[in-house]
């Protein structure tokens, strides 16, 4: 098992750079297929009916999920609590911290996402900071 771990985990903390919606989608399915402890996402209300399938594996192994979504969700499947759309914040929020190892600040705006994923912890502890501000009314 640390051997998989350690193979999708850099050595070294790394910053990616997103810049497409189909971008953010393959991180975030990528990250919350392997997620052995805890997810935790903040995402437009459209993400949630792609994520669905992703959320399978984790949700049967009893990874904690914490999802919030920016919009009403009309899926049966996920239990996801709606936030208001916060004002200080460029677009909508997608942001995202998978097992306190790797995670998404990002913004959607149209059709368009940009952000940065990451492996740093500092980046790490900013998108936890971020999610629990905009989701404290929740």
Same mark, same amino acid.
């Given at each position: 098992?640390?051997?998989?771990?350690?193979?999708?985990?850099?050595?070294? !903390?790394?910053?990616?750079?997103?810049?497409?919606? *189909?971008?953010?989608?393959?991180?975030?399915?990528?990250?919350?297929?392997?997620?052995?402890?805890?997810?935790?996402?903040?995402?437009?209300?459209?993400?949630?009916?792609?994520?669905?399938?992703?959320?399978?594996? !984790?949700?049967?192994?009893?990874?904690?999920? *914490?999802?919030?979504?920016?919009?009403?969700?009309?899926?049966?499947?996920?239990?996801?609590?709606?936030?208001?759309?916060?004002?200080?914040? !460029?677009?909508?929020?997608?942001?995202?911290?998978?097992?306190?190892?790797?995670?998404?600040?990002?913004? *959607?705006?149209?059709?368009?996402?940009?952000?940065?994923?990451?492996?740093?912890?500092?980046?790490?502890?900013?998108?936890?900071?971020?999610?629990?501000?905009?989701? *404290?009314?929740?």
């Amino acid at each position: 098992h640390r051997e998989l771990e350690a193979l999708a985990v850099p050595a070294t !903390p790394a910053l990616v750079e997103v810049n497409s919606s *189909r971008a953010a989608l393959q991180l975030l399915q990528h990250d919350i297929a392997r997620a052995d402890d805890s997810v935790t996402l903040l995402a437009p209300a459209e993400a949630f009916p792609l994520l669905v399938p992703t959320f399978r594996r !984790p949700a049967s192994r009893g990874v904690t999920l *914490r999802l919030f979504s920016v919009g009403a969700v009309a899926s049966p499947a996920l239990d996801v609590t709606e936030v208001p759309a916060p004002d200080a914040w !460029p677009g909508v929020p997608l942001c995202c911290v998978v097992d306190g190892r790797s995670a998404l600040v990002a913004s *959607r705006s149209g059709n368009e996402v940009v952000g940065h994923w990451s492996s740093a912890p500092t980046i790490i502890a900013a998108a936890r900071l971020t999610i629990d501000a905009l989701t *404290r009314t929740a």
